[in-house]
């Protein structure tokens, strides 16, 4: 039983480790932010809760401590990233898209938002 | 000419604290009987403290710590009447909207699990790394995600200022009656229970516990009082 725990908390440190190496890279080679803010947010989340949750097979008294980390990663970290987003959507940083301005499908809704806030 | 003057001015400095710092003995020798030692052995002996930082920052240093606390209280009253530049009304803030709404739903989930790591952080001060200055700074950061994520969110003033004067007044009562028990201020007067209890080392979760108010709601003012920057 032990055995098995080790190995799943191993295989879980390697799928971590490699996402997170993966992020590292991604945010390096990445053209723009809103790129980057995918490689440095989606694939740490995946690493960082297979890091933890995988320290947590390998320690079994650690495995409920591990998983309110790795709720606490769920919901702290998509949220940042959507915030950081956001922003640099306000701030007229648009996407670069090799069709034309027709293939932002965000920009209906933002400026429906923006005239409900000013209304 | 001023770069010239700022550099020259550093290198004297840099050259009396260099001068100062040569004449200090450091090696080994100097370092194997020292006042290490007692930190060392008293605290889990003595104190019943696991955490031997806590013990010489709350305990041996304690009153260091009250000037700390001190400091602290200075700079952010210091920091407000800077940044306070006449009444503010309700509305005139730094951010003038709320986050969209998946900010403001995560925030009100993240909420109170920040302000209870926070607390975690400061009850278990002589355990665990960590303490009632980094368990107050984690509470501020949760005020800190609601005044972001909500344009119409507000911190009472005074609600803080009592938070913060019953700390700082508890803190100093418990010094005076370690001086009533035991001769010098900040004596440990209580029982010490068992090493690695949650209710052990005497006085020590008492003092980190008030000391974790006391930054966490000084803090918070601070950034509320940033926040409603007038430009």
Request: glycine content about 12%; proline content about 2%; cysteine-free.
């Amino acid at each position: 039983m032990n055995h098995i725990l080790e190995i799943i908390g191993l295989v879980l440190l390697l799928i971590g480790g490699t996402f997170l190496f993966l992020g590292g890279l991604g945010i390096l080679r990445m053209p723009d932010t809103y790129n980057r803010l995918q490689t440095g947010t989606k694939a740490t989340t995946l690493g960082g809760m297979s890091v933890i949750l995988g320290v947590g097979f390998l320690e079994p008294d650690w495995l409920i401590k591990t998983l309110v980390l790795v709720i606490f990663i769920a919901l702290s970290n998509p949220i940042s990233s959507h915030a950081l987003a956001r922003a640099n959507y306000k701030r007229k940083n648009y996407p670069y898209l090799k069709g034309g301005k027709e293939y932002d499908k965000y920009r209906e809704v933002y400026q429906k938002e923006e005239e409900e806030e000013t209304a | 000419m001023k770069r010239v003057l700022v550099i020259s001015i550093l290198a004297v400095l840099g050259a009396y604290l260099a001068e100062a710092l040569f004449q200090l003995d450091f090696g080994r020798q100097f370092f194997q009987n020292g006042v290490k030692d007692f930190y060392l052995i008293a605290s889990p002996d003595k104190l019943k403290v696991a955490n031997v930082i806590t013990a010489i920052v709350v305990n041996f240093r304690g009153f260091d710590t009250l000037g700390e606390v001190t400091v602290l209280f200075l700079a952010t009253t210091a920091m407000g009447s800077i940044l306070y530049k006449g009444r503010h009304k309700l509305g005139e803030r730094a951010v003038l909207f709320s986050a969209s709404k998946i900010v403001t739903t995560g925030s009100k989930l993240l909420f109170p699990a920040i302000i209870l790591l926070g607390a975690y952080v400061f009850i278990h001060g002589h355990l665990t790394p960590g303490g009632g200055f980094q368990g107050g700074v984690i509470i501020a950061t949760g005020f800190l995600l609601m005044l972001l994520a909500y344009s119409d969110y507000s911190v009472s003033h005074v609600v803080l200022s009592v938070i913060e004067s019953l700390a700082g007044i508890t803190f100093a009562t418990i010094g005076l009656l370690g001086m009533l028990h035991g001769g010098t201020f900040l004596q440990n007067f209580m029982a010490t229970g068992v090493l690695n209890n949650l209710l052990s080392g005497g006085i020590i979760p008492i003092i980190y516990i008030t000391i974790g108010f006391k930054v966490g709601a000084e803090l918070t003012g601070l950034i509320y009082t940033a926040l409603n920057e007038k430009d």
